[in-house]
């Protein structure tokens, strides 16, 4: 969405508190309509980014709304695909940013700007998700500005639901996240809507994302959440309308769903490891009997655990590359 001479990407609504304006990854009408924990996770900012293009120097005033992990946000600066060496902090009392295109950007040449897939004149402020930070607050900005054009931002977008591991919990920022790698490696621009540990394939997000008209590309990782909380039975109902609701709705668009990832069921003697497989094969059927629609196996894109982190569970930076490679290429293969 765009309001204030600003992109504000990711978010679904600009929602006015009692100070400023929370950024919220869906519209109110939708997130009021989630389970309960997922009306939460929408509201932090994991893939969000507030994006211009300066005419000089701009400021933007921001603060967080603490919450039981954080009570501090880090805000990462992109300009187009190249980070810069500059971060900011944010906390619970409002913080001005003030920001200008880095004098050596100024003087590329043409050739070297001409196959990115962001124009660096575009700056990207990246908002920290769940783990890395708190809920944030919009309070305005200063300076000549424009949001950026469409010539300016990749042609194409990468939609993503699924998980904690979507969302990018262990990912140390959010450039790192698989969904963030996947699309850099494929040239588009990542909607990240991971819920974490509430992927529930809520009626509410399958609507959601089956009647938005922005993305190109989209993949639901269905669900390890689901595991200990849904029948097998159950999860096949919710599963089958989420993904026939989008897949009707765009049948031009590439969809691919994703069975689990390796986890510490898989690997730990001590636990049932035929509860997540007899999840994959639900979704190994359910995608069977859907023309468009492809299915990726979990495992092949995190082959094995050496890149999780110590939960078993949640991959590390190394993994988050190496899904980012392993998924771009299957992408690749069925766009």
């Known amino acids: 969405m765009r309001c204030d001479e600003i992109e504000f990407h990711n978010v679904g609504e600009c929602r006015a508190v009692e100070e400023g304006a929370r950024l919220q990854r869906v519209p109110e009408r939708v997130r009021s309509a989630l389970n309960e924990g997922a009306q939460t996770r929408m509201v932090h900012p994991a893939g969000v980014e507030l994006r211009f293009v300066p005419d000089d120097s701009v400021s933007v005033t921001l603060s967080t709304s603490p919450t039981d992990r954080a009570t501090e946000s880090l805000i990462r600066v992109f300009w187009g695909p190249i980070q810069s060496t500059e971060t900011f902090v944010i906390g619970p009392e409002p913080t001005t940013i003030e920001l200008a295109v880095p004098e050596q950007l100024t003087d590329l040449r043409p050739e070297e700007q001409e196959p990115l897939a962001y124009d660096p004149r575009v700056c990207r402020l990246m908002l920290p998700g769940e783990h890395r930070g708190a809920h944030v607050r919009y309070h305005g900005a200063e300076g000549d500005r424009r ?27 959010e450039h790192l996240t698989y969904v963030n790698q996947t699309a850099r490696r494929l040239g588009v621009d990542p ?3 991971g819920s974490c540990g509430t992927a529930y394939c809520d009626r509410a997000m399958a609507d959601h994302i089956a ?7 989209a993949t639901l990782a269905l669900s390890v959440n689901m595991v200990d909380r849904f029948s097998v039975a159950e999860f096949r109902e919710r599963a089958t309308y989420m993904i026939d609701s989008i897949a009707a709705a765009n049948p031009d668009a590439t969809i691919a769903c994703i069975t689990i990832y390796p986890n510490a069921r898989d690997v730990q003697r001590s636990v049932d490891g035929e509860r997540c497989e ?17 299915l990726f196996e979990g495992p092949e894109i995190l082959p094995d655990i050496g890149g999780l982190t110590t ?15 392993n998924l771009a290429r299957k992408l690749e293969a069925v766009r």
């Open 311 to 325: 939960d078993l569970v949640h991959p590390g930076d190394n993994a988050m590359i190496r899904m980012g490679e």
């Open 191 to 193: 909607i990240n809507l």
């Open 147 to 173: 949001p950026p054009t469409a010539e300016e931002l990749p042609d194409q977008r990468y939609l993503a639901y699924g998980t904690s591991i979507t969302e990018g919990e262990a990912a140390v920022a």
């Open 278 to 294: 007899q999840f994959r094969d639900a979704l190994r059927d359910t995608v069977s009997q859907i023309d468009n629609v492809s």
């Open 211 to 217: 009647t938005r008209d922005d993305w190109d590309i």
